[in-house]
């Protein structure tokens, strides 16, 4: 039953053989879509949030030992990067001498291992266009995948639907353009619809990791673990100070109406909303998208709930083809998975070092994790050695990742005496320079910044 829109979406999934619970799951979502709901967090409704702090926790060494024995660690891995000019997994982008994100990922892995004899499954949520990639990737590690689990899952998708009725778009140009990812939110739909979340609690492990594969700073630490562990928590999620970087994202908070902590996203918010999501002040916390969930609270909550965990909707407007904004607006519909907070009595937060929480969402990221303001020991994980500074790219010369190599074909350069880097124009750096303070480069077409040399102030080209 249903609207003609919806019957057409229904026989589209099925066509295409999406996983029932996907297709229970969206169908959903659009009677939401339908009956006018935003998914939108008012101001007026929520309160803000405090929260405790890892570093002033006690966690027991062999209580932590034993929760990371009994931890798998799931990585999103759906993404392609296209917002850099990529068209494959995004994880594969090289980070330093030669490794990229799922060769550090794996090496983190397999440490981990080694150190506290645990199992310690890593499995990766690929969409249907990072799969084939990813797997080839992972090969090298013959020792990666863990007898009775796969080291991968497919996240479901779901059509684009037009914004003027709701129908499934329908695009000849690139049909693959016709789909789209339910969002992350969709993690929980897709374990509870390939069975391994059930395989997961038959097999012993009580707790899962779940976090970005472009985040290396997500490592599925003991201490946290423990701590986890310990709360009795069915979900918690770490959380970070906002900076004036985070501004336009998302946050954390109480809801007045039942005390439920909720995670409000950007889209989320009403426009005369603006200013107050903004306040680091009024909210202090934004989500690093590393979670923590027990097997057996997720699988009662999605049983009680036939599935459907009930996240917020997200209704994301966008061009069916991004890159053309004359192609047709579509609705996409999606969760997020930090969402799930709210779902869970007695969730809780806790406030970790910005060290955990290095997303490459630009090459204004990839360019300080390419740099020296990190090093990677021989657990592969990341040790900042200095502030990260404030870098700001020309988008038309460095948004794009063949542009950015271009423009440093020697490597990043030294970044750990940097307070910020802005650069305006096209600028090419040689072997070896050194950026040292607030550094900014304006106007240059064509221009060098020579071997060797040592950044200061202002240049104009």
């Not at 009677?31 to 008012?42: D, I, K, N, S």
């Not at 778009?169 to 509870?192: M, N, Q």
């Not at 909707?313 to 579509?330: A, Q, T, Y």
Request: aromatic share 6%.
């Amino acid at each position: 039953m249903g609207s003609p829109a919806l019957k057409k979406a229904l026989a589209k999934m099925a066509g295409a053989g999406v996983d029932e619970v996907a297709v229970e799951t969206f169908a959903h979502y659009f009677r939401l879509l339908e009956h006018g709901e935003t998914g939108m967090v008012p101001e007026s409704t929520i309160d803000p949030v405090d929260i405790d702090r890892l570093d002033d926790v006690e966690v027991d060494e062999e209580a932590a030992r034993e929760a990371v024995r009994r931890t798998a660690v799931i990585k999103l891995n759906g993404g392609l990067g296209t917002s850099m000019g990529m068209d494959r997994a995004k994880s594969l982008l090289c980070v330093r001498r030669g490794l990229s994100f799922l060769d550090i990922i794996a090496r983190q892995v397999l440490h981990l291992r080694s150190e506290y004899d645990a199992p310690l499954p890593l499995l990766m949520m690929n969409s249907f266009r990072t799969s084939a990639d990813t797997l080839a990737a992972l090969k090298r590690y013959d020792d990666l995948a863990v007898d009775g689990l796969p080291l991968e899952f497919l996240q479901n998708k779901e059509p684009k639907l037009l914004t003027k009725d709701l129908s499934p778009v329908s695009w000849d140009a690139d049909p693959d353009l016709e789909w789209c990812p339910p969002g992350h939110g969709d993690i929980y739909t897709a374990l509870r619809g390939t069975g391994l979340l059930q395989d997961l609690i038959d097999q012993g492990y009580r707790y899962v990791f779940v976090s970005n594969s472009d985040n290396l700073g997500a490592v599925p630490d003991a201490r946290v673990a423990g701590w986890f562990a310990q709360s009795g928590a069915p979900f918690a999620i770490e959380a970070v100070r906002r900076t004036a970087s985070d501004r336009k994202g998302g946050h954390f908070a109480r809801r007045k109406a039942d005390g439920r902590i909720v995670l409000r996203e950007s889209a989320q918010t009403l426009p005369e909303d603006a200013k107050a999501l903004a306040d680091l002040d009024r909210h202090r916390f934004c989500s690093t998208n590393n979670l923590w969930f027990d097997t057996h609270a997720m699988k009662e909550a999605l049983d009680a709930r036939d599935g459907i965990l009930g996240l917020p909707l997200i209704r994301n407007v966008k061009n069916v083809d991004p890159g053309d904004k004359s192609s047709p607006e579509v609705v996409q519909v999606e969760t997020a998975m930090g969402a799930a907070i709210e779902v869970f009595e007695g969730a809780r937060l806790i406030e970790v070092g910005r060290e955990r929480f290095v997303p490459v969402k630009t090459t204004n990221d990839l360019l300080v994790l390419r740099s020296d303001v990190y090093e990677i020991g021989q657990d592969f994980v990341l040790d900042p050695v200095a502030e990260v500074p404030f870098i700001e790219l020309d988008g038309d010369h460095y948004k794009l990742v063949g542009q950015f190599d271009k423009h440093f074909p020697e490597g990043a350069p030294s970044l750990k005496e940097a307070t910020s880097l802005r650069i305006d124009g096209d600028w090419t750096f040689g072997r070896g320079v050194r950026v040292q303070g607030d550094v900014a480069l304006e106007g240059g077409t064509g221009r060098r910044v020579e071997a060797d040399e040592v950044l200061t102030g202002t240049r104009s080209g």
